[in-house]
């Protein structure tokens, strides 16, 4: 099998991949709202897991449908959740010692959402506490707390639909650059068999860029391109560096180092200060 050729059938993997991603949820606590907010999701087609250490909690939990009852401390029933960027967050126990547990634990993870119950100046204190530790302040500022969109939910029920929209609204955000990726990676399924083109890839993102890692475009030899890594000079400069190895024949792999500082990436003439690098292979 040629480089091209496992390219490809590494991209095809990738794109089965993706079809075959499920969101998932992790609540901490089984209290009322949690089995309420477990049920929702549920309906919306996560993967719920609870996480509780009272056994009659977590019977209530899995009576409630849940895909998995994790009984036990946090700490080690925490360390058995990997976390992934669809995996979301909520941590809702019944004591504040055991939500500054689960937080610590949670904001070294890989994760779409964390979410935490309790009020504005609890939680402050509780970020601050964990920022002096060595916690990233970027994860800890993005934190969704008091948790929910604000729609004076009273009763549990309320308050896990609450939870349940503001999940809605930014899983559904997201959903525009996701959409478009998998295009891409459908587009490399069905190349030609003797079609060439290059597929572009962030691998590394550093401070303020318009697109993460994994961002796809992929260049085809007469110039075309579906995706984006983000528009702007450095997307030219990836398309241009693509053309002269697609009309060269050159398959050899490459990456790309771009410093996007005072670079205007989009229509929105936003500025970015920070770096990438971007993976070239032809497919």
């Given at each position: 099998?040629?480089d091209?050729?496992?390219?490809r059938?590494?991209?095809?993997?990738?794109?089965e991949?993706?079809?075959?991603?499920?969101?998932?949820?992790?609540?901490?606590?089984?209290?009322?709202?949690?089995?309420e907010?477990g049920?929702l999701?549920k309906?919306?087609?996560?993967?719920?897991?609870?996480?509780?250490d009272?056994?009659e909690?977590a019977?209530?939990a899995e009576?409630?449908g849940?895909?998995r009852?994790?009984?036990?401390?946090?700490?080690t029933?925490?360390s058995?959740?990997?976390?992934?960027?669809d995996?979301w967050f909520?941590i809702?126990?019944?004591?504040h010692?055991?939500?500054r547990?689960?937080l610590?634990?949670?904001?070294?993870k890989p994760?779409?959402?964390i979410?935490?119950m309790?009020s504005?100046?609890?939680?402050?204190?509780?970020i601050?506490s964990?920022?002096?530790?060595?916690i990233d302040?970027r994860?800890?500022?993005?934190?969704?707390?008091?948790?929910?969109?604000s729609?004076?939910a009273?009763?549990?029920?309320e308050?896990?639909?609450?939870?349940a929209a503001?999940?809605?609204?930014l899983?559904?955000a997201?959903k525009?650059?996701?959409?478009a990726?998998?295009?891409?990676?459908?587009?490399?399924?069905?190349?030609?068999?003797?079609?060439?083109?290059?597929?572009?890839?962030i691998?590394?993102?550093?401070g303020?860029?318009?697109?993460?890692?994994?961002?796809?475009m992929l260049?085809?030899?007469?110039g075309?391109i579906a995706?984006t890594?983000?528009?702007?000079?450095s997307?030219?400069?990836?398309?241009q560096?693509?053309?002269?190895k697609?009309?060269a024949?050159d398959?050899?792999?490459?990456e790309?180092?771009?410093?996007?500082?005072?670079?205007d990436?989009?229509?929105?003439?936003?500025?970015?200060?920070g770096?990438?690098v971007?993976s070239?292979?032809?497919v």
């Open positions: 099998m040629t091209i050729q496992k390219n059938e590494k991209y095809k993997a990738l794109l991949s993706e079809r075959g991603r499920q969101q998932k949820a992790v609540i901490c606590g089984a209290g009322n709202v949690g089995l907010t049920k999701l309906q919306m087609d996560f993967s719920v897991t609870f996480i509780e009272r056994k909690f019977a209530a009576a409630a849940a895909d009852v994790l009984c036990g401390d946090f700490s029933s925490l058995q959740i990997d976390g992934s960027r995996t909520i809702m126990t019944r004591e010692e055991f939500d547990l689960c610590q634990k949670i904001a070294i994760h779409a959402y979410g935490m309790g504005r100046r609890r939680t402050k204190l509780l601050e964990l920022e002096q530790e060595g302040r994860v800890l500022e993005n934190v969704h707390t008091p948790i929910g969109l729609i004076k009273d009763t549990p029920f308050i896990a639909v609450s939870i503001e999940i809605i609204s899983k559904n997201g525009h650059d996701d959409r990726d998998l295009d891409v990676l459908e587009e490399i399924a069905s190349l030609p068999e003797d079609e060439r083109a290059i597929a572009a890839r691998i590394d993102a550093r303020s860029v318009p697109r993460g890692v994994g961002a796809l260049i085809h030899s007469d075309s995706g890594i983000g528009g702007g000079s997307e030219y400069a990836v398309m560096r693509a053309g002269e697609l009309s024949g398959s050899a792999y490459e790309m180092s771009l410093d996007l500082a005072g670079t990436v989009s229509d929105l003439e936003m500025l970015c200060g770096r990438l971007v070239l292979e032809t």
